[in-house]
Nanobody, 114 residues
Framework: QVQLVESGGGLVQPGGSLRLSCAAS????????MGWYRQAPGKERVLVAA???????YYADSVKGRFTFSRDVAKNTVSLHMDNLKPEDTAVYYC????????WGQGTQVTVSS
């Protein structure tokens, strides 16, 4: 069973930065796509960023220019570096990976507040 484990969430002030990491239990090269969703209280889960196996990236308009998706194949890890965080970025962030089915991490809370 594939496992994805997120880390790096926390409380940060507006304008600050955080780096989320997602460690996979097997090679990230085995995934067709990996990415991050987020879910704010009372709202639907939405796609934030993703990267295909070929390296193509997607970013939601709301995070373009502020968030950067990266991967480290040697460490079986993908990361989301978040700069200039805003209160509206507050959410639980979920890592996912697609093979024949989608696998999800357990989520990590990001709170942006002064």
């Amino acid at each position: 069973q594939v496992q994805l484990v997120e880390s790096g969430g926390g409380l940060v002030q507006p304008g600050g930065s955080l780096r989320l990491s997602c460690a996979a239990s097997e090679s990230i090269s085995s995934f067709n796509v990996m990415g991050w969703y987020r879910q704010a209280p009372g709202k639907e889960r939405v796609l934030v960023a993703a990267m295909s196996g070929g390296g193509s990236t997607y970013y939601a308009d709301s995070v373009k220019g502020r968030f950067t998706f990266s991967r480290d194949v040697a460490k079986n890890t993908v990361s989301l570096h978040m700069d200039n965080l805003k209160p509206e970025d507050t959410a639980v962030y979920y890592c996912y990976g697609d093979q024949a089915r989608r696998f999800w991490g357990q989520g990590t809370q990001v709170t942006v507040s002064s």
